[in-house]
């Protein structure tokens, strides 16, 4: 069996004439927190947008885990944070939940609704509105979305925007645990020390090509500055 | 099968959950079918002159059509905040399931709209329309299920266009033209309560294009989203 959670090979997406993602080939292993990093229109949310199954490459081939019979459960593999939240906001926030927990046929939701909520800290706010939520609350909601269903992959994209410093604590706890838990993160950002700081292996892109790919290290962690410099 | 229906119903109820909690769309709606009967009222003066009663289900229709089309667009717009169409896309829920939920919650809407407009319409059109209800019930369940089948696909197509509200009407109309006869027709006999021998071809044709309109949607909403 394959190592690889997600399998991307010679990939390319063109907006028109213009490839925004040029011919990149990657394996993210089964059990690491893969940072998905590079600058402003570098291609990052364009190659998570294929891999999360939202858009199709124009060229090459994805695959994530052992490709299955059932294609439904490709979706039920997958927790996604998108630029979006994904929230309702005419929903409270255990509307949000129970919509999403009926959705992926999670079993006792009522009790998966209750243990996120309270590990995002929004309990007592479970039968507010989202739209009346602050970006911070409505992103911690998107976090409890996307673990609710304890995906194999997480696909996480500027996970930490919004953020509060607790905040960013607790995501960066329940990443640490569902990578202990062997589940497998890609993480897309601009804020490299958290990103840095939990990544396993890093993937670079540049201008849609993949300009670096490897293990994270402590040079990397250490000045997070400096770290286009050193690998571009 | 099970998993399918249960993703379905999830979809519709979400919709109906939220729209019957801020009601932005059926306010609207039922106020403009409102407003259309009281002025066909107003212009062909059905008290005093029974003949405009034999137009009275083509009336109806045109003002059911219309307020449709104010539930149908803010079908897959509701999905545009917050980018949460993705969040359709990438669950485990197939496309199909998506229309087949989009669809029964806009019918839902649609049906709601209609049984609440149809007592205002038989006082202002003078129509007695208690004694064929069950006749104008299935009428209403098959016409708006043929409406919003086609208007649920269009407006999964209009849902990022800037001018939706436009493009919507546009595009449904001529499509869902040959439904909105059968239920003009079918209304028309129905509320003056003559057997015709015409009635079976408009049902038949009703039905046929619910099946058709349904099984497109389901098949080819997937292509649209991803599109």
């Not at chain 2, 007592?119 to 016409?143: C, H, K, M, N, Q």
């Not at chain 2, 409406?147 to 649920?152: I, K, M, N």
């Amino acid at each position: 069996m394959s190592a690889a959670a997600i399998s991307v090979r010679e990939i390319w997406k063109y907006f028109g004439d213009f490839p925004a993602v040029r011919d990149v080939s990657f394996e993210v292993e089964r059990g690491t927190i893969t940072a998905l990093l590079g600058r402003n229109g570098a291609g990052k949310t364009t190659l998570l947008r294929m891999i999360a199954g939202l858009s199709r490459p124009s060229r090459g081939e994805l695959q994530l885990g052992e490709p299955g019979p059932n294609p439904a459960n490709q979706g039920k593999r997958l927790g996604i944070i998108g630029h979006g939240q994904w929230i309702y906001d005419d929903l409270t926030a255990a509307e949000n939940l129970h919509f999403f927990a009926s959705l992926y046929g999670i079993t006792n939701p009522a009790a998966s609704i209750s243990h996120w909520l309270e590990a995002v800290g929004l309990a007592s706010f479970r039968h507010s509105r989202a739209g009346e939520f602050s970006r911070g609350m409505r992103q911690r909601l998107a976090i409890a979305r996307a673990f609710l269903h304890e995906p194999e992959i997480l696909l996480l994209d500027e996970p930490w925007t919004a953020l509060d410093d607790r905040a960013i604590d607790l995501l960066s706890s329940l990443l640490t645990g569902a990578h202990q838990k062997q589940r497998t993160a890609l993480v897309c950002s601009h804020q490299l020390t958290e990103t840095l700081q939990l990544a396993t292996h890093v993937l670079v892109l540049d201008r849609g090509r993949l300009a670096f790919a490897g293990e994270n290290n402590d040079q990397f962690r250490a000045s997070p500055q400096s770290f286009y410099q050193r690998v571009l | 099968m099970n998993e399918f229906l249960r993703q379905a119903g999830t979809i519709a109820a979400k919709d109906l959950r939220a729209e019957f909690r801020n009601k932005e769309v059926l306010n609207a709606a039922f106020s403009f079918t409102l407003v259309v009967l009281l002025l066909f009222s107003f212009a062909f003066d059905p008290i005093s002159n029974p003949d405009v009663r034999e137009m009275a289900g083509g009336l109806l229709w045109i003002a059911y059509a219309f307020a449709g089309v104010l539930v149908l667009n803010r079908s897959f717009a509701r999905e545009t905040a917050n980018e949460c169409l993705d969040a359709l896309i990438a669950s485990p829920a197939p496309a199909a399931a998506l229309f087949l939920g989009k669809c029964l919650a806009n019918s839902v809407l649609l049906l709601v709209l209609e049984l609440i407009s149809l007592p205002v319409f038989g006082v202002f059109y003078d129509v007695r329309w208690t004694e064929s209800f069950g006749a104008l019930l299935l009428i209403f369940l098959l016409g708006t299920w043929a409406l919003s089948a086609v208007g649920t696909m269009f407006s999964a197509i209009t849902a990022n266009n800037r001018l939706r509200e436009l493009m919507l009407p546009v595009l449904v109309f001529p499509i869902v033209l040959p439904a909105l006869m059968a239920c003009v027709s079918l209304t028309g006999l129905a509320l003056a309560g003559e057997p015709s021998p015409n009635a079976e071809a408009w049902w038949r044709l009703l039905i046929v294009f619910d099946v058709i309109f349904t099984l497109l949607g389901a098949t080819l909403l997937e292509a649209v989203l991803l599109s």
